[in-house]
């Protein structure tokens, strides 16, 4: 039953993906293909606009964390010595949250960095992708008598079979996956790096730009 939970929900983000936006994010370590999620559109516009604007050429993945996330959009990045901390760049405004029961943060999912802002809305800029790991049955359990989350079937069979980052569902907003890709996310999480989670080597965005559609048909 499980199984056939986990084939359904992903035959219907198959059938999504489709429609969706594409973002091409090519660093130092191999190329990454981000799929933004229609029923969050102000974050996927702004992705979309910055990405048009070249705004994240040249940025840092600057904090990455095995088993949890790798992040970057830091605009402070982009000169900064080594060692230098990071994370705390923006660009002036906030992206109101667009946290919903539907997206959540399975493995590979690309979720929007925040402050602590009571309204959980976003930063303008900075984003992360989910590495993750699997949880048991038990460790939702308990997440979920936490956090008042409550996990569909299907979430609960993609964390326990492909894993994720649970704890933050509901905190943040998700507006996005990976498609391409993942590999790299996992080879960047598991770079050397120092106390505060910037990676020793430089990891660079050396170029995202919005990929064009693909159609077939008779012209």
Same mark, same amino acid.
């Given at each position: 039953?499980?199984?056939?939970?986990?084939?359904?929900?992903?035959?219907?983000?198959?059938?999504?993906?489709?429609?969706?936006?594409?973002?091409?994010?090519?660093?130092?370590?191999?190329?990454? $293909?981000?799929?933004?999620? /229609?029923?969050?559109? %102000? +974050?996927?516009?702004?992705? !979309?606009? &910055?990405?048009?604007?070249?705004?994240?050429?040249?940025?840092?993945?600057?904090?990455?964390?095995?088993?949890? $996330?790798?992040?970057?959009? /830091?605009?402070?990045? %982009? +000169?900064?010595?080594?060692? !230098?901390? &990071?994370?705390?760049?923006?660009?002036?405004?906030?992206?109101?949250?667009?946290?919903?029961?539907?997206?959540?943060?399975?493995?590979?999912?690309?979720?929007?960095?925040?402050?602590?802002?009571?309204? !959980?809305?976003?930063?303008?800029?900075?984003?992360?992708?989910?590495?993750?790991?699997?949880?048991?049955?038990?460790?939702?359990?308990?997440?979920?008598?936490?956090?008042?989350?409550?996990?569909?079937?299907?979430?609960?069979?993609?964390?326990?079979?492909?894993?994720?980052?649970?704890?933050?569902?509901?905190?943040?907003?998700?507006?996005?996956?990976?498609?391409?890709?993942?590999?790299?996310?996992?080879?960047?999480?598991?770079?050397?790096?120092?106390?505060?989670?910037?990676?020793?080597?430089?990891?660079?965005?050396?170029?995202?730009?919005?990929?064009?559609?693909?159609?077939?048909?008779?012209?």
């Amino acid at each position: 039953m499980r199984k056939l939970l986990l084939a359904l929900f992903l035959l219907m983000a198959f059938s999504a993906s489709a429609r969706r936006s594409r973002v091409v994010i090519v660093t130092d370590s191999g190329r990454i $293909v981000l799929e933004l999620y /229609d029923e969050t559109p %102000k +974050h996927r516009d702004n992705m !979309k606009k &910055l990405a048009k604007e070249h705004f994240y050429d040249s940025l840092l993945f600057h904090r990455v964390i095995p088993e949890f $996330v790798i992040q970057g959009g /830091d605009p402070d990045s %982009k +000169h900064a010595p080594a060692g !230098k901390a &990071l994370g705390d760049g923006d660009l002036g405004y906030r992206i109101p949250a667009e946290i919903n029961d539907m997206d959540f943060h399975k493995r590979g999912a690309v979720g929007a960095a925040r402050d602590n802002n009571p309204e !959980k809305a976003s930063s303008g800029c900075q984003f992360y992708i989910v590495i993750g790991r699997k949880y048991t049955d038990e460790e939702l359990d308990r997440i979920a008598q936490r956090t008042g989350r409550k996990f569909t079937p299907a979430q609960r069979a993609f964390y326990k079979n492909i894993g994720g980052t649970p704890h933050l569902d509901g905190n943040y907003t998700v507006f996005g996956e990976v498609v391409e890709g993942m590999n790299v996310a996992d080879k960047i999480a598991h770079m050397q790096r120092d106390k505060l989670d910037r990676p020793l080597t430089d990891i660079r965005m050396k170029k995202v730009y919005v990929q064009r559609r693909k159609f077939l048909g008779i012209f």
